[in-house]
C-alpha cells in the first residue's frame, strides 16, 4: 500500500483521498472515526444540562447500564449519547477494550490483574475500582497487554 501526503496549496482545503480496488472493514472504520471526529483526543459527554469536552486518555473505562452508556474518569461519571459498540469502533487500535457485553476499559488504567473463579479476570483500576473481564474476553487482553501464550 502506499501512502502519499501532501500540503494544500495557498486556499486550498484539507482533504483525504483514498483509492482502494476494495473498502475493507478496517479502512471504512477509519474512514468513520475520521468523519466523527475521533480523531481529536477528546469526547463529547454530558454532565447534568452541560456538554463537557473530556479527554480520552482521562476515561477509565465506559459501563453500559440500563440503555444508558457512562464514562467514568478518575473523579467523575459522566453520560455519553453513544451505543457502546459505537464507541469500541471509535476507539479501534487504541489503548480501549472490551472486556465484557456491558465494559469498555482504557488498559492504561489497569493497575494489576487478579484470576477469578470460572476463567474470568478482575482489573483493579489506578483510582481503586475492580472490574470483571469476563471470560470471553480474556484472550484478547492478554494478547493487547503481551503476557500469556
Not at 11 to 40: H, N, P, T, Y
Not at 93 to 105: C, D, E, T
Not at 129 to 146: A, C, N, Q, T, W
Amino acid at each position: 500500500m502506499k501512502i502519499t501526503i501532501a500540503t494544500p496549496l495557498a486556499g486550498e482545503e484539507d482533504e483525504i483521498i483514498i483509492k482502494m480496488a476494495e473498502l475493507d472493514d478496517d479502512v471504512l472504520k477509519m474512514i468513520r472515526r475520521l468523519k466523527d471526529g475521533v480523531s481529536k483526543d477528546t469526547m463529547a459527554v454530558y454532565a447534568d444540562e452541560s456538554i463537557l469536552m473530556v479527554p480520552i486518555r482521562d476515561i477509565l473505562y465506559f459501563d453500559a447500564t440500563d440503555n444508558h452508556v457512562f464514562a467514568y474518569t478518575k473523579d467523575n461519571c459522566y453520560e455519553t449519547r453513544k451505543k457502546l459498540f459505537e464507541i469500541e469502533e471509535l476507539l479501534a487500535n487504541s489503548s480501549f477494550l472490551r472486556i465484557s457485553k456491558n465494559a469498555i476499559v482504557n488498559i492504561k488504567s489497569i493497575d494489576h490483574i487478579s484470576p477469578e473463579f470460572n476463567g474470568r479476570l478482575i482489573a483493579s483500576l489506578k483510582n481503586g475500582e475492580d472490574i470483571i473481564i469476563s471470560r470471553g474476553y480474556v484472550p484478547e487482553l492478554k494478547r493487547k497487554l503481551g503476557i500469556g501464550k
